[in-house]
Nanobody, 119 residues
Framework: QVQLDESGGGLVQAGGSLRLSCAASGRTFSTFTMGWFRQGPGKEREFVAAIRWSGGLTYYADSVKGRFTISGDNAKNTVFLQMNNLKPEDTAVYYC????????????WGQGNQVTVSS
């Protein structure tokens, strides 16, 4: 099993920045990709960004490209999401996730962290 512990959410004004962190523990050697998802009020959960530990490839949703950056510290099993130029529509609960394979469903999820962007 892999446990994911998130931190860094909060309230920020539009145009501001926040940095989310996700520390993995347990059988972390089994994780191949780590990602971030979010679920806004009344919306379905959506993909935000992901990073492959092998090679460091990154992936982004179109809605966050150029504003959000995902990065990771493989030695510390920690992934970060730097969010800049935040917009009110970025308001959501952000979830860290990990999967054991290059593609497909994610196997492990964090508890979620609220990010609120005021206009």
């Amino acid at each position: 099993q892999v446990q994911l512990d998130e931190s860094g959410g909060g309230l920020v004004q539009a145009g501001g920045s926040l940095r989310l962190s996700c520390a993995a523990s347990g059988r972390t050697f089994s994780t191949f990709t780590m990602g971030w998802f979010r679920q806004g009020p009344g919306k379905e959960r959506e993909f935000v960004a992901a990073i492959r530990w092998s090679g460091g490839l990154t992936y982004y949703a179109d809605s966050v490209k150029g504003r959000f950056t995902i990065s990771g510290d493989n030695a510390k099993n920690t992934v970060f999401l730097q969010m800049n130029n935040l917009k009110p529509e970025d308001t959501a609960v952000y979830y860290c996730a990990a999967r054991k394979s290059p593609s497909g469903q994610y196997d492990y999820w964090g508890q979620g962290n609220q990010v609120t962007v005021s206009s």
